[in-house]
């Protein structure tokens, strides 16, 4: 069943009205690379990260490297992009029963009104949506409904995707947000600052989650460091070699022209199928090149690296710029397959940076860790009322059943809870647990929960001391404190003397 595409009076859809606007933007940029072909894909300081939206969450690869090239011409510095809705809903709030107030500072008053700016065009950006029906009944039902449900169900379904046309605005060019929620606004800044996993040595950059890659074999074909003058993709072989990284300018330029060639072996045929026999200097062949090195730009952009056009991709550059003049839908399957390739290759290394920061978090709690603690945890901060002191009035019932899972899970006979001041992480993609992210692909490195500002509980043994009561009249009877928030919660319940002995605390190890 084909998407039905909404038309303007001009007989031409949102659909193709944005991918004429999706290639303008990408001969623009090309004409400017074709004068100087020295020049980065994205002009440093411009855009800061990948863009994102209001929550966090960044665009695909087609989306992305659109609003790139549409943040760089027009100035905006911030990477955050949000649709006309979502700016203005910014202006309330809703309740538990879901009615919407105007949204309110700690005293009371009305917070000031956040809107775009007068005159400010929005930039268009495709998101898939996806209608579900019952192949019998022909009921529709809602996509995540139809993600929880086993294979066998599924048969019973058809499911239609649809390719719709959204417009966004940036929230720092063409908002108020940063004079009518300042807080918000530097929260933003701070969130999307450019944070690269590069560490200085001398002249040369280092890429740890790379290095580690290369060397533990750990992307989806070997790379091989080679003294020599050639960086390619072997297909037959189904390798990557490039020269030895002291032969670059710098460390930069070696990780940039790696991404180009692991952006190849992504359309290997065990992998998204992509590659087909195709003769050198063909169009076929200047179409795969033209997805790698837009993957490549993706890619190291995301990670704060500047990425010029490879040498080897400088005579496809007019065959490009003829293919998005006579044909701008040329641009859609190769941004989707760019969209594909990035995205492999960022979750390959997002996987293995999670594996060397686990590693490290070890080696330092091993180093620091008394005998009886049981280390640390990113706890979701709406949790931790209930953690800390058993409050569970601000969470509802099914968010205490995943705390408690949690709790029983990782410690059966108590706990001591420590909050660590200093270390609460914002939009954390990876909280000790939390509701969960039905998109993620896990088996990609994609974290299994959605982001939650979190902050790091220490966990200990729940111990007690046993305290004896001076009162003669009840003898020499002993009683137990205890550290264990939840024991104290249920203690609440028992009926207590009207005299009690002083509570004693007793943090062992400590």
């Not at 979701?380 to 953690?387: D, F, G, Q, V």
Request: proline fraction near 5%.
């Amino acid at each position: 069943m084909a998407a039905k595409k909404n038309y303007n009076s001009d007989g031409r859809s949102a659909e193709d009205r944005t991918l004429d606007k999706f290639a303008e933007l990408l001969i623009e940029k090309l004409e400017t690379i074709q004068a100087d072909w020295k020049k980065p894909w994205f002009t440093e300081g411009v855009t800061a990260s990948l863009p994102k939206n209001l929550s966090g969450r960044e665009y695909n690869g087609m989306n992305s490297m659109m609003l790139m090239l549409h943040a760089e011409k027009e100035g905006f510095k911030m990477p955050v992009w949000a649709t006309f809705d979502r700016i203005t809903g910014l202006n309330y709030v809703k309740d538990k029963q879901g009615v919407k107030h105007e949204a309110k500072d700690s005293e009371g008053n009305n917070l000031p009104l956040v809107s775009v700016n007068k005159g400010a065009k929005s930039f268009p950006v495709f998101i898939t949506t996806f209608t579900v029906v019952d192949k019998e009944t022909k009921e529709k039902i809602k996509y995540d409904d139809y993600r929880q449900m086993t294979e066998q169900d599924r048969e019973r379904y058809n499911v239609y995707p649809k390719l719709s046309v959204y417009n966004v605005f940036n929230v720092e060019g063409q908002t108020n947000l940063k004079e009518a929620r300042p807080e918000l606004f530097k929260k933003l800044q701070e969130q999307n600052e450019v944070n690269r996993p590069v560490q200085q040595e001398g002249e040369m950059f280092s890429f740890p989650a790379i290095d580690h890659m290369i060397a533990e074999n750990k992307w989806i074909c070997p790379i091989k460091p080679t003294y020599g003058d050639s960086a390619y993709y072997s297909i037959s072989k189904n390798e990557i070699v490039i020269p030895e990284k002291k032969q670059f300018k710098n460390g930069e330029s070696f990780y940039s022209n790696l991404a180009h060639e692991m952006g190849h072996s992504t359309g290997a045929e065990n992998q998204l199928n992509r590659l087909k026999p195709s003769a050198f200097g063909s169009k076929e062949y200047a179409r795969e090149e033209l997805v790698a090195e837009m993957s490549a730009a993706l890619v190291s952009q995301r990670y704060g690296m500047s990425k010029t056009l490879k040498e080897d991709s400088l005579p496809y550059l007019k065959g490009w710029l003829n293919s998005l003049k006579e044909e701008p839908a040329f641009i859609k399957t190769v941004l989707q397959d760019v969209k594909k390739a990035s995205g492999m290759i960022n979750q390959h290394i997002d996987k293995v940076q999670m594996e060397l920061d686990k590693a490290k978090e070890v080696k330092q709690e091993t180093a620091n860790q008394v005998s009886d603690n049981y280390g640390s945890y990113d706890i979701p901060k709406w949790a931790l009322p209930y953690i800390m002191n058993g409050d569970a009035s601000g969470i509802s019932d099914h968010e205490q059943e995943l705390v408690d899972k949690f709790l029983e899970k990782n410690f059966p006979d108590g706990f001591i809870p420590e909050v660590e001041e200093g270390e609460g992480k914002e939009l954390n993609r990876y909280p000790a647990f939390g509701e969960r992210n039905e998109n993620a692909l896990t088996d990609r490195g994609e974290s299994p929960y959605l982001a939650v500002d979190t902050v790091s509980v220490k966990f200990s043994p729940g111990g007690y001391m046993e305290t004896v009561s001076d009162d003669k009249e009840d003898g020499r009877s002993q009683e137990a404190a205890t550290d264990n928030p939840k024991e104290r919660l249920a203690a609440k319940a028992i009926p207590q003397p009207e005299e009690q002995q002083e509570e004693v605390h007793f943090h062992r190890g400590r």
